[in-house]
């Protein structure tokens, strides 16, 4: 499973930004993957930011993020998107997109471990 993903930037508090991950690879076709953002900011450990299960029917948010990120994914279930509105400089980060096979179209994970297949990452900056 490869996962790339884009969409960056630098940008001011208040703006929006829209983050792209795309999965590739025959282990993706062929296993249900539910699909994850995390990020890192400098200094700090890593965090769930927010997940998706394989159907997209089922989305979990961070406290921190929720009202403001939205995460979903298209049709063939090979991209995920994280929307980001509202950003604050506490925003900032590395922004990583996972991969987890999961026997069930529903199911969604919250913690890293269990995610087997990461992303690059893609940094973000919020300016205040």
């Known amino acids: 499973v490869q996962l790339q993903a884009s969409g960056g930037g630098l940008v001011q508090a208040g703006a929006s930004l829209r983050l792209s991950c795309a999965a590739s690879g025959r282990t993706f076709s062929r296993l249900a993957m539910a699909m994850g953002w995390f990020r890192q900011a400098p200094g700090k450990e890593r965090e769930f930011v927010a997940a998706i299960s394989r159907s997209g029917g089922t989305q979990y948010y961070a406290d921190s993020v929720k009202g403001r990120f939205t995460i979903s994914r298209d049709n063939a279930g090979n991209t995920v998107y994280l929307q980001m509105n509202t950003l604050k400089p506490e925003d900032t980060a590395i922004y990583y997109c996972?991969?987890?096979?999961?026997?069930?179209?529903?199911?969604?994970?919250?913690?890293?471990?269990?995610?087997?297949?990461w992303g690059q990452g893609t940094l973000v900056t919020v300016s205040s």
């Open positions: 996972a991969a987890a096979a999961t026997g069930n179209s529903g199911t969604y994970y919250s913690t890293s471990y269990e995610y087997a297949y």
